[in-house]
């Protein structure tokens, strides 16, 4: 199972970024999906999570600011971020818990995506 982040770069305060997450591979079902984001000297944090009924969680810093949604038939998660600030500037990291399966089992585990770059210029 991979995940490949993209849509990050460099946007002005005030501005929009669309992230999105694609997940590969002998994938058997996606439960949760998520965003999370590391800035420079600070730890990795929850940005927003969405569950498979789709049950939405946000932290108050980007409440009302950032929405995820997903895409189920292609195995893909988004982060819609508006009004972006310069603190929000950190690599973006996508993560779900993925069952996947081979010829004798299922296996589900937490997985990670390769991270994408966000910088929010003031």
């Known amino acids: 199972v991979q995940l490949q982040a993209s849509g990050g770069g460099l946007v002005q305060a005030g501005g929009s970024l669309k992230l999105s997450c694609l997940i590969s591979g002998k994938i058997f079902s996606i439960d949760d999906m998520g965003w999370y984001r590391q800035a420079p000297g600070k730890e990795r944090e929850l940005v927003a999570v969405?569950?498979?009924?789709?049950?939405?969680n946000y932290p108050q810093s980007v409440k009302g600011r950032f929405t995820i949604s997903r895409d189920n038939a292609k195995n893909m998660a988004f982060l819609q971020m508006t009004n972006l600030k310069p603190e929000d500037t950190a690599v973006y990291y996508c993560?779900?818990?993925?069952?996947?399966?081979?010829?004798?089992?299922?296996?589900?585990?937490?997985?990670w995506g390769q991270g994408t770059l966000v910088t929010v210029s003031s």
């Open positions: 969405i569950t498979s009924d789709g049950i939405r």
């Open positions: 993560n779900a818990v993925v069952t996947s399966y081979d010829i004798t089992r299922l296996l589900t585990d937490v997985y």
